[in-house]
């Protein structure tokens, strides 16, 4: 005879366990909603990643997903991006590529700020790379 108890305990750890499974999976990458943004017309237009820029430094207003991008930036650089997903990797290397492009000075102060001691910024380079 089955022992209802015991395969109830069973099936409660077996629930627990795929809980917590699925909350370190989600949290392997940042939010994913902005994989996929349009980050070629965001480079091609320099006003457009100026106010991204000013955003990022605290200097003018961001949108909602400046906010979020401005949110994560100092972990992503201090973790080398270990938390980006492939498609977040190359969106940064876009991004940072532009900005030292186009505004050399904006970038160094972005730098300063993201990492003021230079400790990380070489590591999180690489790991954007070859995105």
């Known amino acids: 005879m089955i022992d209802l108890n015991k395969c109830n305990l069973k099936v409660s750890i077996l629930i627990l366990c795929l809980y917590f499974v699925s909350i370190n999976a989600q949290q392997r990458f940042y939010d994913r909603r902005y994989d ?26 961001c949108t909602p997903i400046g906010r979020v991008f401005r949110q994560i930036l100092p972990d992503a650089v201090a973790t080398a991006c270990e938390k980006c997903s492939p498609s977040q990797r190359r969106l940064a290397r876009k991004t ?11 970038y160094v102060e972005l730098m300063s700020k993201l990492d003021p001691k230079n400790k990380y910024y070489e590591a999180f380079g690489k790991a954007i790379a070859n995105a």
Request: glycine share 6%; with cysteine.
């Open 36 to 61: 996929y943004y349009d980050i070629d017309t965001l480079i091609q237009n320099p006003r457009l990643l100026k106010k991204y820029l000013d955003c990022f430094l605290e200097k003018g207003p």
């Open 96 to 106: 940072f590529n532009a900005i030292r492009r186009n505004f050399p000075q904006g």
